[in-house]
């Protein structure tokens, strides 16, 4: 056996989240961790979608099948309900069209889970409000003018988004401190406290 | 993996594979083909690399392209290993490369209607005892899948771990997917299509019309005579070329370049460079290869339609259990990267376990032969993984 890989907090949410033998299609699934994951512990039936051509290379070495593909050109080739669950995970703030994207995602699964990292966070507040500068946090570690992240949202915002894209919110689960150490729930005031979040979604 | 690894560019290990002898085979009986039509007594020429396990699980057969043969990778017997040009997949067969031959039994043979040992329309007709010429049996890729089959089977190989194929090679390993469901693991489809489209039967049609109108053709009767259809088969050859390449890969190797001089000759002699590489490449291409062979490969692609008479793609597709890797490469607009998604949608449908990349790549069509590290990357693993789960279902029972 292979020594377990880390995931990161997010994907560890995710992870328990899938149930046993669902059927899961990770949009922007990078090296395909998650997935290799998931079908290791839940028997799932993987999928992703990738854009870079290394990290498809990494999903083949691990057996996870992968399909190269832009997010923003939706979903057209995959059926309505192929999926048990949809993972959109740590991708949203990257994606040039992020209503295309949750609306195929609500489209194609019966469950869409979605982590983001919370632009509403106090750090990101502060960094902002006292410094004027734009936020760097380990949740946010990029500079204004060479970030991938072009769509940033907060707790706050995504809820009201995903309501106006026909979603309806079954779980959240905030939490900070994913980096390196056991992240900390918070279940008061997580758009002010949270650094990171993690939706579950299903069609209305 | 240990440090040497990181380093080692097996695909750039020339003729790694070591030598190999091509051999034929009878084939027993009667083949049908899909035109109704039969044919008795097929000879198969064939080589294979690496040995069959003994449960015979780890066999790879390689499908090679218009104008293959069997001889993938690797010398043959006698070549000097510093002249001699090696198989025309060499920089992906061969010991560490991604078709790996310390691992894998590769087979590869010319196919059906061939020119380089395999029956075919230069092949002596029984019944009259001359060249069969015109009057062979038109002949499909699922035919040549056919023969394919048969052979293995007298090899002793009952399932192929994997078909892996380019070009008309990749048509031949989605016709093996389709037709031996059960008998196919794992499907390489790359620079590839499931049909082609009108612009490259185009193109085929006016290579087969200058072969066709060469008057030493002589109806494809000219195996005897003087005079051979060099002149319609090197233009046929000339025109394959240009759609092999790229707009941008004829920039950067010709450009308006001359060959010779440094002004126009203001005649009609062969001056701007692409103009002799196109010559050369015709030249060559007649020492080596028939045109009424030309005529037949290019008619069964031309044919080739993996949908057949379903109506659609992906219903043409349910019964098939082989996972797939799907390649297509940027700049090959003969084998397009739009065809590729379309197979590659209708395999997602039925549920298959389908990889699909685009390679970056200036080299058009021609880059299946000269992209070896892109694609090293994800075949290598590909087929590596299809070996270990055959090996672990195995270990289970």
Redesign the interface.
């Known amino acids: 056996m292979t020594p377990r890989e880390l995931l990161r907090a997010d994907q560890r949410f995710i992870a328990d989240l899938v149930p046993q033998g669902a059927r899961v299609l990770d949009l922007g699934c990078g090296d395909g961790a998650l997935l290799a994951r998931l079908r290791e512990e839940r028997g799932a039936i993987v999928?992703g979608v990738e854009i870079d051509?290394d990290n498809?290379?990494r999903?083949?070495?691990r057996?996870v099948?992968?399909?190269?593909g832009d997010l923003d050109e939706g979903l057209a080739?995959?059926?309505t309900d192929r999926f048990d669950v949809v993972i959109l995970s740590q991708t949203l703030q990257v994606v040039k069209r992020p209503r295309l994207v949750l609306t195929e995602m609500l489209r194609v699964g019966r469950r869409s889970v979605v982590s983001f990292p919370n632009f509403g966070h106090w750090r990101v507040r502060a960094h902002l409000a006292l410094r004027g500068r734009m936020p760097v946090s380990d949740a946010i570690p990029y500079s204004w003018y060479d970030t991938p992240n072009i769509h940033h949202t907060t707790i706050a915002d995504f809820r009201d988004f995903s309501a106006d894209c026909g979603a309806v919110i079954e779980r959240e689960i905030a939490f900070v401190g994913g980096d390196g150490g056991r992240p900390q729930l918070v279940r008061v005031g997580s758009n002010l406290l949270a650094d990171e979040a993690v939706f579950v979604l299903r069609r209305k | 993996m240990d440090s040497t690894d990181i380093v080692r560019r097996p695909w750039d290990e020339t003729a790694s594979a070591g030598v190999s002898e091509t051999k034929t085979l009878a084939l027993d009986g009667v083949i049908t083909l899909a035109s109704g039509r039969s044919l008795e007594g097929v000879q198969v020429a064939y080589e294979t690399w690496g040995d069959l396990d003994r449960d015979g699980s780890n066999a790879v057969l390689v499908c090679h392209a218009l104008s293959g043969d069997s001889h993938l990778a690797g010398l043959r017997p006698g070549e000097d290993p510093e002249t001699a040009q090696p198989g025309w997949w060499d920089v992906m067969v061969g010991p560490g490369k991604a078709v790996d031959t310390d691992h894998f039994f590769v087979v590869c043979c010319n196919v059906l209607g061939g020119c380089s040992g395999t029956t075919g329309p230069s092949s002596v007709d029984p019944e009259t005892g001359k060249p069969w010429g015109l009057h062979f049996p038109m002949v499909t890729i699922e035919d040549m899948v056919d023969v394919q089959a048969r052979l293995l089977q007298a090899l002793g190989v009952h399932r192929l771990l994997a078909v892996v194929g380019g070009s008309m090679g990749g048509m031949q390993a989605l016709a093996w997917a389709k037709r031996y469901p059960d008998r196919v693991g794992s499907v390489v489809a790359d620079a590839t299509t499931w049909r082609l489209g009108p612009q490259a039967i185009a193109f085929n049609e006016v290579g087969r019309r200058a072969i066709l109108e060469d008057p030493s053709f002589a109806g494809g009767d000219y195996y005897d005579a003087e005079s051979q259809p060099e002149s319609g088969l090197s233009i046929a050859r000339m025109i394959g070329h240009i759609t092999y390449l790229s707009d941008e890969s004829m920039h950067k190797k010709f450009g308006r370049r001359l060959q010779a001089s440094a002004d126009y000759a203001y005649d009609f002699v062969s001056e701007f460079q692409v103009e002799s590489y196109l010559a050369y490449q015709g030249a060559r291409f007649v020492e080596r290869f028939d045109a009424n062979t030309y005529l037949y490969m290019t008619k069964a692609m031309d044919y080739f339609d993996l949908q057949g008479d379903a109506p659609s793609l992906a219903e043409s597709l349910r019964g098939v259990s082989a996972r797939f890797l799907v390649l297509s490469f940027s700049s090959d607009w003969l084998f397009s990267t739009a065809r590729s998604r379309e197979l590659v949608a209708a395999l997602r449908e039925i549920g298959a376990e389908v990889t699909f990349a685009e390679i970056p790549s200036a080299y058009g069509h021609d880059a299946f032969l000269l992209e070896p590290e892109a694609q090293h990357k994800l075949i290598a693993p590909f087929l590596a993984n299809g070996l270990r789960r055959v090996s672990s279902a195995g270990e289970v029972q």
Do not use: K, N, S
Request: aromatic share 6%.
């Open positions: 999928r051509l498809i290379a999903c083949v070495e057996d099948p992968v399909y190269q080739d995959v059926p």
